[in-house]
């Protein structure tokens, strides 16, 4: 007799997801930007921890950084100016089995969304900020960002910018319930994947400063720190981030450091003669508030209306 198979549920195959899974429309950024060099080694990331793309989503404000989720083969949503991180803390809270990402730069993060930021990193929920430093705000063509240095020609200060540059480490150390802290360079693609791999791993918000180069619109502030490993400090430790031997043998100056320290990392942080690389401060134990907001979500809708009567019953007069 012909007839319906009695199961006709898909089979449903594990399968190994390649670089490829994770690849969205073709990247505009400049030839030499570096963030090419990031959005590759988020793709190595997400292919090394198997995560499936369609459990992943990148989350950004604007500027050239905020381009990332259009070519990162997961979910994505390119948002508005400073506005990345409350999209991404409203997915975290309604979806927490989504892995998030968010992509910001300086002017979006540390300007425009410095409100944002300040609360995400206290409100640590499970998911990895990367924010694209190049100290300029290249999609609008150059014009003086939080992090520019003393002296940086812009089209906003063609003189040189006339404040010292804004230090988003000590601000986000000296955050309640900070819990993972990480500076890196975009040239250095061991590094930059070993960090971004330490940060996705972390349960919380973890912060990853990338000093990243724009050839165009920061070329002479890029290509200075990038002859100049001296001017780098690398952070070692056997609770920080694993540095390939290649990475040891780059950068002279070194120095362990206990990144469950804060006192440690806020030193590391206004020492005006070195940039810190590596992790500056880790604390797992911080609690995440997707944990403590979603306490009572699994009631049943009996179990609800028990406990609202309760409530309103405290206020009978
Ligand atoms: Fe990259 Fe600068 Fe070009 Fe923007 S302007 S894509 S930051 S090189
Ligand atoms: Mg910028």
């Not at 190049?134 to 003189?159: C, D, E, I, R």
């Not at 430790?237 to 043998?249: E, F, Q, T, Y």
């Not at 990392?265 to 992790?279: E, K, Y």
Request: with cysteine; aromatic share 10%.
């Amino acid at each position: 007799m012909f007839g319906l198979k009695a199961d006709w549920s898909l089979e449903v195959f594990e399968r190994y997801f390649t670089i490829g899974d994770y690849a969205g429309g073709e990247a505009r950024w400049c030839p030499g930007c570096g963030d090419h060099a990031v959005l590759s080694a988020a793709q190595r990331v997400l292919r090394d921890e198997q995560q499936r793309p369609e459990k992943s989503v990148c989350v950004s404000g604007i500027g050239c950084s905020s381009r990332m989720p259009h070519y990162l083969g997961t979910y994505g949503f390119h948002g508005l100016h400073g506005r990345a991180l409350p999209v991404a803390c409203g997915i975290k809270s309604r979806r927490p089995d989504l892995d998030v990402w968010v992509a910001t730069g300086d002017g979006d993060c540390f300007s425009i969304g410095t409100g944002h930021w300040i609360h995400a990193l206290r409100y640590n929920m499970d998911m990895t900020l990367m924010v694209f430093d190049n100290a300029v705000y290249g999609l609008t063509k150059a014009q003086t960002s939080p992090t520019s240095p003393l002296g940086f020609k812009t089209n906003t200060h063609p003189f040189g910018a006339i404040l010292d540059a804004h230090n988003p480490l000590t601000v986000t150390l000296g955050v309640a319930n900070v819990s993972f802290v990480a500076q890196v360079v975009d040239w250095n693609p061991p590094m930059l994947y070993q960090t971004l791999k330490a940060a996705y791993r972390h349960r919380g918000t973890s912060f990853v400063r990338i000093i990243q180069r724009c050839p165009v619109y920061a070329d002479a502030y890029s290509k200075a720190l990038q002859s100049d490993p001296s001017r780098f400090l690398l952070l070692e430790h056997a609770d920080g981030i694993a540095h390939d031997p290649a990475v040891l043998r780059q950068f002279p100056e070194r120095r362990t450091h206990d990144p469950s320290s804060l006192g440690g990392a806020f030193q590391l942080a206004l020492d005006n003669t070195h940039i810190p690389l590596g992790l500056l401060y880790h604390n797992p134990a911080a609690p995440c508030y997707e944990d403590l907001s979603s306490q009572g979500m699994n009631m049943t809708p009996e179990q609800k209306l028990t406990h609202m009567n309760a409530v309103l019953d405290r206020l009978t007069i």
